[in-house]
């Protein structure tokens, strides 16, 4: 079993920053991609961000150049800096990982969110 947690939500004014941080544990052979979704209400979820085990990243156009995904893969933690925050941002935040159980068992997993409110 695995397990996502997440950290760092909160609520910011427009143009603030916050640090989104998500530690995986469990019986895990190895981390593969992992990334952030966010879930507006009403809104599907949708990818943020997601780095590759050996760091490469993509992002949602709508915030490029404004957040930043990065890992520490001897900790088993994924990252995601925000800045410059816009009310538009405002979302549940999940954690999403790729996980080789073994190497040859494959699965994802969801952490439980964390909510981001942005607002004056």
């Known amino acids: 079993q695995v397990q996502l947690m997440e950290s760092g939500g909160g609520l910011v004014q427009p143009g603030g920053s916050l640090r989104l941080s998500c530690a995986a544990s469990?019986?895990?052979?190895?981390?593969?991609?992992m990334g952030w979704y966010r879930q507006a209400p009403g809104k599907e979820r949708e990818l943020v961000a997601g780095i590759t085990s050996d760091g490469v990243t993509n992002y949602a156009d709508s915030v490029k150049g404004r957040f930043t995904i990065f890992r520490d893969n001897a900790k088993k933690m994924v990252y995601l800096q925000m800045n410059y925050l816009t009310p538009e941002d405002t979302a549940v935040y999940y954690c999403?990982?790729?996980?080789?159980?073994?190497?040859?068992?494959?699965?994802?997993?969801w952490g439980q969110g964390t909510q981001v409110t942005v607002s004056p």
């Open positions: 999403n990982a790729d996980v080789n159980l073994n190497p040859s068992v494959r699965s994802g997993y």
């Open positions: 469990g019986s895990i052979f190895s981390l593969n991609v």
